[in-house]
């Protein structure tokens, strides 16, 4: 992958995780005690734009609910809806809050992923 593709997957993983805070999706605390913490990973598309000829580098940033306890009953009908469920989630390798690199994401709303 050449420097001006990397680039361009830096800045969709950034506007991604723009997107996330600007919609109040998760808050930085401490992982209480007997929580058990998802993990997450990005999914990259390119998409063209029928009115341009430049593609759109898109990233998009996925829990891996798989790993949820067994009957646990998330409702992801509407994406970003607010949850009433505890999920935590590690912070994104790379983009860790100097500072608070122990600390993981209580999700506020609801990602692609959840079951």
Not at 11 to 34: C, F, R, W
Not at 36 to 42: A, G, Q, S, Y
Request: with cysteine; charged share 30%; proline share 2%.
């Amino acid at each position: 992958m050449g420097s001006e593709e990397t680039q361009k997957w830096m800045d969709a993983m950034q506007d991604e995780i723009k997107s996330l805070h600007d919609n109040h999706t998760y808050n930085l605390v401490k992982l209480p005690n007997g929580k058990k913490v998802l993990e997450n990973r990005w999914i990259y598309r390119i998409k063209q734009e029928s009115n341009s000829s430049y593609p759109r580098y898109k990233a998009i940033l996925v829990v891996r609910g798989f790993r949820q306890r067994k009957g646990m009953d998330v409702k992801t009908t509407f994406l970003h809806g607010d949850l009433e469920e505890e999920i935590y989630m590690k912070q994104l390798d790379g983009f860790q809050i100097s500072g608070k690199e122990d600390y993981v994401c209580r999700l506020k709303k609801s990602l692609y992923g959840l079951k």
